[in-house]
């Protein structure tokens, strides 16, 4: 069965300093690869998808994510963090047909 | 409706009581899926269904946990005789066909459920 991790459970940045958010998957073939966003209060928001092809990948809000095979890792990325980033990420890898996701990590970001 | 809607949005029951947890996916989402999030931990898959069969149930943690999709529409997950280890937020999402067609899962708010 294919699984992801996510090394961190908690990280905290300064607001305006770069972020990567790791996860690694466990998986043969070429995986169907998400992140996924939960704020406070919120369901969780697709961020960005891979599905094959360009493995930089582009989503909302700023957020990118580049696949590389050859670490096995799917790594969130945002040049800039807001205030308004603080929630918790997770990565999901697709498999028989569902999500499978990873622990999480959560973001703090301070002023 | 605009998104998928979940209720109720918070329950306390008592332990050994039995629970229903309702979904309405987005109109025209074929899959549906449930999930559960306990307190740090991630998500949960529970069940996932295709119409209104349910072709992997693997996730149910036990034969209290059922659930059952009619219309191809609303999803009613059913825990009987709950305990207090089933406290968490139960969490449905829904698309118009499963992960691998490259379609979105959009998820609904959820419902917390908190066994006393």
């Known amino acids: 069965a294919q699984s992801v991790t996510q090394p961190d459970i908690h990280i905290t940045v300064s607001e305006g300093a770069s972020l990567e958010l790791r996860c690694n998957y466990s998986?043969?073939?070429?995986?169907?690869l998400f992140w996924y966003v939960q704020s406070p209060g919120q369901g969780l928001q697709l961020l960005l998808k891979?599905?094959?092809?360009?493995?930089l990948v582009q989503g909302i809000k700023g957020f990118e994510a580049e696949f590389k095979r050859s670490q096995s890792s799917f790594n969130l990325r945002k040049p800039s963090v807001h205030w308004s980033d603080a929630a918790e990420y997770f990565c999901a890898v697709e498999s028989a047909d569902k999500l499978i996701f990873g622990t999480g990590t959560r973001l703090q970001v301070f002023p | 409706g605009a998104g998928v809607s979940q209720s109720p949005s918070n329950k306390v029951t008592e332990k050994g009581k039995d629970v229903e947890l309702r979904c309405d996916p987005i109109s025209g989402h074929t899959a549906l899926y449930w999930y559960r999030q306990s307190l740090g931990q991630g998500l949960e898959f529970l069940i996932y269904?295709?119409?209104?069969?349910?072709?992997?149930k693997s996730g149910l943690p036990s034969d209290r946990f059922s659930a059952e999709r009619t219309g191809g529409s609303v999803s009613t997950l059913t825990i009987q005789r709950t305990q207090q280890e089933d406290s968490a937020v139960y969490l449905c999402a829904s698309s118009l066909a499963p992960p691998a067609s490259n379609t979105e899962a959009f998820f609904g708010q959820g419902t917390r459920l908190t066994v006393v």
């Open positions: 269904f295709q119409g209104n069969s349910a072709p992997d």
């Open positions: 998986y043969g073939a070429t995986p169907y």
């Open positions: 891979y599905f094959s092809g360009d493995t």
